[in-house]
């Protein structure tokens, strides 16, 4: 990871800040959490492996160890790289890809919801930091 | 952690597996976890830190880790030591330690319930093991 501790707390915590709840909620589902989720998002929207770690402030490498994480556990994979064409070098979310991400974003925010009040009870507990 | 691959793989997945869904969806809400929620209840069932560490494979320092972990990041201990008495030496939860892990459980499954439909669709997409 070459990102400075500040920079991957603000990209964090604002991943996992939603208008339903308080953060210090991590959804980990079928090896998708926080991270993965992001950089899944990240390469949807870039169409680059490389620009989405830079998004993030993550490695080059670290972005393609987790890419090539998700993609052997699935049974298709996630992430296809873009070949020919003008435009070679770029990468995309194969179909699986995107359901996958589809479906742990809805489950992410369905749980959020239903434990919205136990994790602001609990929240409170917490030790202001 | 003193214990073998195969006995941990057996207690996750006891312990993550709801009868409302399958495993694979782990839940940390304000840094509890799978983990650390069944050492609090096995330190409730116990009364006891190496007790709770025995039953769960886990070394005795490992568990006295993780307990401190949680006593600092909560306003007050959720594990205390038990002190004088014929039965010295023990270890219960606090009213917050209580309190922290019924608001943890409670929202593990309601999370768990909410997002019960969606982590079947993605654990579908999983590669079988």
Chains 1, 2 share one sequence.
Do not use: C
Request: charged share 25%.
């Amino acid at each position: 990871m070459a990102t400075s501790p500040k920079k991957r707390r603000t990209l964090r915590s604002r991943f996992e800040k939603t208008p339903s709840g308080p953060p210090r909620l991590r959804i980990i589902a079928a090896t998708i959490g926080p991270g993965k989720a992001q950089l899944l998002e990240q390469i949807q929207q870039t169409g680059s492996i490389s620009k989405a770690a830079r998004a993030m402030g993550m490695s080059y490498v670290r972005a393609w160890q987790l890419v090539e994480a998700l993609n052997s556990a699935f049974r298709e994979p996630l992430v296809a790289s873009d070949t020919g064409g003008t435009r070679g070098g770029g990468s995309h979310l194969t179909p699986t890809g995107e359901r996958a991400l589809t479906l742990y974003l809805r489950l992410r925010d369905h749980s959020l919801r239903a434990g919205h009040r136990d994790l602001q009870a609990l929240h409170r507990l917490l030790r202001a930091e």
